[in-house]
Nanobody, 123 residues
Framework: QVQLDESGGGFVQPGGSLRLSCVAS????????MGWFRQAPGKEREFVAA???????DHAASVKGRFTISRDNAKNTVYLQMNSLKIEDTAVYYC?????????????????WGQGTQVTVSS
C-alpha cells in the first residue's frame, strides 16, 4: 500500500518562499513519476509539477520560473521549492505518484494521494 506524507505548508506573505516535502513508502518508486497538484477552494485540482527518477521535470506554466520540483530517490522523497509566492498560489497542495512517464496532468490519471498540506499566501 502506497503512503504519501506531505509536510512544509504554512502561512507566508506575497513574495515569500516555502519548501514542501513528501515522503513516499510502500513500494519501489524507481519507475514512478512523483508530482504535486494543488486545489484552491471552489476550484478543481490542478497539476503543479512532476519529476521522474531520472530527473526529468515538468512544471505548469503558472509556476514555471518560481517553483522547482526535485527528488531524492534514496529517500523516496519529492520536494517542491516555491519562491516568489503569490496570493493565487493559496491552496491545499497534494503529493502523488504514478507509474509511467511525464506529460500526464489530469488528476484522474493518478491513483495515490497524500492528505495534503495547506499553503496560504496573504498579506
Amino acid at each position: 500500500q502506497v503512503q504519501l506524507d506531505e509536510s512544509g505548508g504554512g502561512f507566508v506573505q506575497p513574495g515569500g518562499s516555502l519548501r514542501l516535502s513528501c515522503v513516499a513508502s510502500g513500494r519501489n518508486f524507481n519507475n514512478y513519476v512523483m508530482g504535486w497538484f494543488r486545489q484552491a477552494p471552489g476550484k478543481e485540482r490542478e497539476f503543479v509539477a512532476a519529476i521522474t527518477s531520472g530527473g526529468g521535470m515538468d512544471h505548469a506554466a503558472s509556476v514555471k520560473g518560481r517553483f522547482t520540483i526535485s527528488r531524492d530517490n534514496a529517500k523516496n522523497t519529492v520536494y517542491l521549492q516555491m519562491n516568489s509566492l503569490k496570493i493565487e498560489d493559496t491552496a491545499v497542495y497534494y503529493c502523488t505518484v504514478r507509474m509511467g512517464v511525464l506529460g500526464v496532468t489530469a488528476p484522474g490519471q493518478y491513483g495515490d494521494w497524500g492528505q495534503g498540506t495547506q499553503v496560504t499566501v496573504s498579506s
